[in-house]
């Protein structure tokens, strides 16, 4: 009876149906109590997201998967003291599993290192656990992919998926340890990633500090004094938003509840809609760290996007160039790269966080799998069924038979890591702010993993990182394209939609998500986009709080409220979230960044070049880091730190005209007006159209005692059309023209 009731609860596990495995797995545990079938009914409750059911029934048990089950619910229930707990230091349940849990748990109670160890110890236990190495990315700390995918890797992929094979057992009797469907469910200390995957569905998305994807928490999990916004209705939202209505994407209307997640047929690496679906081959779902650039200064969206931030790596020592920029043909850099790359790869699905099999130990790998063959070779050579053929010649034919597995079998590892080093690579770029190096690597991928929806992603952030908002925008479409159901990376293409001032496409994709997946906070990162661009601060902070909400931990959510709260000038408020974001990511520089601006607005000038300087220790490509940071060293009177970095602004990005401006000023500070009338006079060529430009040359002219050329310029300043505040500047100017600069700071 006890087999027949595991069996079946498995099969409806199989099957997605976990309200019938539920209510099946309350019998068994009824009939038979024991611990086994505790810790089967505990996966079922988090595999249906009611990670408080098995927080109550794994209480107190000691057994190493019943530990690790309980850590798991503890950590979504954002009870990190008790998961800490329950994850011994010194006897770390379920192998790799249980120290990526860990080493997220020391994530996010500060403990840096910790966190850095036990992610490198879940890799060299799994080296396929791909959410570990990410997190490395994230924290900075990941060493180069060909050295973590390198030929130890490979052997202990070997040796895990010849163990796995070897060792695998079907159901016998309700009494064995490891082979009923409790344990395929739960896994032992040596449960893979993949496994991982099979019993908790996508759950460990919700946990990853930058990951960007839906989380289902319960109430608890919301921050303390954050209002409770309940969700929009799609309907209401289109009379505000655009007149077009997209088709019904992905409804999440399911037979089995309403979060469950559909995905394509094809083999495309991360492209998810949020579920609570753990199928075959399924992956931990990371949005990795997204960033948002600011607009330019010459721009009229207001000083809510200044805050979205820029970088452009320098790449000198790159073999392969991308062209970039208007006027050319595009969709050539999205066909993967040339015919002879060093990268083979089969006809494979790499998934994050997909093991082989359960995690082994590196010793006497390519021994063990020698003697294996050998022992099926003799095995098969003495049969008991009276074959006389056993022989040498019979030993050679089995041996000959075990050969080409082991073959496939290393072959197939080596591809995987050769196809892991290139991913690996371009994303520790990425996180590291080399996004043009990060673009040449994903280059090299073959065409058929390049066109993908998370590599593409993936390409689109790299644009948007060096201001390339078209190149950034076709990515992103030919990632909708191949995977319209995802939602990872829609929160960066909201924004770059919302600096091209596309606001029908951005209404279309705000409506898209909403209609694909509502529980996902990348759709009210979205949302809060669309309102921010017709400049109904109030709203969009309330759809990004909505955001927060849903994902406690997603860092990008809590520094879009802080810009909103800096464009409703609540900078009390906007410090608040800007350091939300970073105690769940301290390399979140777009936070820094945002503290900054508020410091430089109050005139907190010391806290703001502190600010300024982290940020560009994070981001040291960014043209606009560089230009504020160098304003702040011009008003603490360090005009030559100023210029230097103004001098290195202008070189990370020409078409910035912010550092060029402010070099001007910077000039006319110090006395060197010739110095700053060339600067200015090169600007207005990139600049024409803007009023401060022309403003600035008169008052530089008016204290050379040129009045003619001066007046001519305050007049074209006006002709510009400026801000109400800089007309009224401008014809203070003017009416001044003849009053000695002496006299007129004395009246000032």
């Given at each position: 009876m006890e087999a027949i009731l595991t069996e079946c609860v498995r099969n409806s596990l199989e099957h997605l149906l976990y309200r019938n495995a539920i209510f099946m797995c309350e019998r068994l545990c009824a009939e038979f109590p024991s611990e086994k079938n505790l810790q089967l009914l505990a996966s079922c409750y988090l595999r249906n997201n009611q990670a408080h059911c098995a927080y109550?029934?794994?209480?107190?048990?000691?057994?190493?998967?019943?530990?690790?089950?309980?850590?798991?619910s503890c950590f979504q229930m954002d009870l990190l003291n008790e998961a800490e707990a329950a994850l011994s230091s010194t006897d770390v349940p379920n192998g790799a599993a249980g120290h990526y849990l860990l080493g997220l748990v020391y994530r996010y109670t500060d403990r840096r290192q910790r966190a850095i160890n036990h992610f490198n110890q879940a890799l060299s236990l799994d080296p396929l656990l791909w959410a570990a190495y990410e997190e490395l990315c994230i924290l900075g700390a990941a060493e180069e992919a060909s050295s973590v995918f390198d030929k130890g890797a490979s052997l202990c992929i070997q040796k895990q998926y010849l163990n796995h094979g070897s060792g695998t057992q079907s159901l016998q009797t309700p009494n064995e340890d490891h082979d009923g469907a409790s344990s395929r469910t739960l896994g032992s200390e040596d449960i893979s990633p993949r496994k991982l995957k099979q019993m908790h569905g996508n759950n460990l998305r919700d946990i990853s500090g930058n990951y960007h994807g839906t989380t289902n928490q319960p109430v608890t999990g919301v921050p303390i004094g954050l209002p409770f916004y309940s969700t929009p209705s799609p309907v209401t939202t289109q009379a505000q938003l655009s007149g077009v209505a997209p088709p019904p994407l992905c409804r999440n209307v399911q037979p089995n509840g309403p979060n469950l997640r559909t995905y394509g047929a094809d083999s495309t690496p991360r492209a998810t809609v949020n579920s609570n679906i753990a199928g075959p081959r399924r992956k931990f779902v990371d949005e990795g760290k997204l960033r948002k650039v600011s607009e330019r200064l010459f721009s009229d969206s207001g000083q809510r996007r200044s805050t979205r931030l820029a970088g452009e790596s320098v790449n000198t020592n790159s073999s392969t160039s991308i062209v970039s920029g208007n006027g050319t043909n595009p969709s050539s850099k999205y066909v993967g790269g040339p015919k002879s790359s060093s990268v083979t790869t089969r006809s494979l699905t790499i998934r994050k966080g997909q093991s082989w099999a359960s995690d082994a130990t590196y010793e006497g790998a390519r021994h063990d799998m020698d003697d294996e063959s050998r022992l099926n070779a003799t095995t098969s050579s003495s049969s008991p069924h009276g074959d006389n053929r056993a022989g040498p010649e019979g030993d050679a034919r089995s041996s000959v038979a075990a050969v080409p597995c082991n073959s496939k079998v290393i072959d197939g590892a080596s591809d995987i890591l050769a196809l892991l080093r290139l991913l690996g690579e371009g994303f520790r770029l990425s996180c590291l702010c080399r996004c043009q190096d990060a673009l040449d690597t994903y280059t090299k991928l073959p065409p058929k993993h390049y066109n993908t929806g998370w590599v593409l992603s993936q390409v689109g952030k790299a644009y948007f990182e060096l201001v390339d908002y078209l190149e950034a925008d076709h990515a992103f479409t030919r990632a909708r394209h191949f995977t319209p159901y995802s939602v990872e990376g829609m929160d960066i293409y909201s924004t770059v939609l919302y600096h091209l001032k596309e606001d029908m496409k951005l209404s279309y994709l705000a409506q898209e998500l909403i209609y694909t997946d509502r529980l996902a906070p990348q759709t009210w990162c979205a949302m809060g986009n669309c309102y921010g661009l017709q400049k109904d601060h109030e709203t969009a902070l309330k759809n990004f709080q909505r955001a927060v909400q849903l994902n406690s931990r997603f860092a990008y959510a809590h520094t879009l409220c802080g810009h909103e709260y800096v464009a409703l000038e609540d900078f009390e408020n906007g410090i608040k979230s800007y350091q939300s974001a970073l105690r769940i990511d301290p390399r979140h520089y777009n936070a820094w960044y945002g503290l900054g601006m508020i410091y430089l607005r109050q005139e907190k000038f010391q806290f703001s070049e502190h600010n300024f300087r982290v940020a560009f220790q994070?981001?040291?490509?960014?043209?606009?880091?560089?230009?504020?940071?160098?304003?702040?060293?011009?008003e603490l009177?360090?005009?030559?730190?100023?210029?230097?970095?103004?001098?290195?602004?202008?070189?990370?990005?020409?078409?910035n005209p912010f550092p060029l401006y402010q070099k001007a000023n910077i000039l006319a500070s110090m006395e060197n007006l010739d110095g700053a009338l060339a600067v200015l006079e090169e600007l207005k060529e990139s600049a024409p159209r803007e009023s401060s430009i022309y403003a600035l040359m008169g008052r530089i002219y008016k204290r050379k005692n040129m009045h003619g050329k001066a007046m001519l310029h305050f007049g074209q300043a006006l002709d510009l059309k400026p801000s109400a505040t800089d007309v009224a500047s401008i014809k203070a100017a003017i009416e001044k023209l003849h009053v000695p600069d002496e006299l007129d700071d004395e009246e000032c």
């Open positions: 109550y029934i794994l209480k107190g048990k000691q057994a190493a998967p019943c530990r690790y089950l309980f850590a798991l994070i981001n040291p490509f960014s043209s606009v880091i560089m230009s504020y940071l160098g304003t702040a060293l011009h009177r360090r005009n030559s730190e100023a210029l230097e970095m103004m001098d290195r602004a202008i070189l990370a990005d020409r078409k």
